[in-house]
């Protein structure tokens, strides 16, 4: 069956790094677009970052662009997340999504790994 495993959170300071994993089994993930979302106590779920099946295109918030960076490794059925610079507001649970093709639709969603940024 379809899965996606998010892993890598942690607790870290602030202006430290940290590298999300997302694993992805059940389907071909050369289709598919993979986002990474996050959510904060008491807020909602806001899209972090998107990185299309085809040509890789990527799409960030504005609150990441300069600090985060999305890449995939097909061969591995893996999406990355590398956050650097990290603040006090990146913290939340990260999850990882697919959607067929282009970032949109998101059919199948991790479980999510928590990211906490103190000092």
């Known amino acids: 069956q379809v899965q996606l495993v998010e892993s890598g959170g942690g607790l870290v300071q602030p202006g430290g790094s940290l590298r999300l994993s997302c694993v992805t089994s059940?389907?071909?993930?050369?289709?598919?677009?993979i986002g990474w979302f996050r959510q904060a106590p008491g807020k909602e779920r806001e899209g972090v970052v998107c990185?299309?099946?085809?040509?890789?295109?990527?799409y960030y918030a504005d609150s990441v662009k300069g600090r985060f960076t999305i890449s995939r490794d097909n061969a591995k059925n893996t999406v990355y997340l590398q956050m650097n610079s990290l603040k006090p507001e990146d913290t939340a649970v990260y999850y990882c999504?697919?959607?067929?093709?282009?970032?949109?639709?998101?059919?199948?969603w991790g479980q999510g790994t928590q990211v906490t940024v103190s000092s």
């Open positions: 059940g389907f071909t993930l050369d289709y598919y677009a």
């Open positions: 990185i299309s099946s085809s040509h890789g295109s990527t």
């Open positions: 999504a697919s959607a067929y093709g282009v970032c949109g639709e998101y059919d199948y």
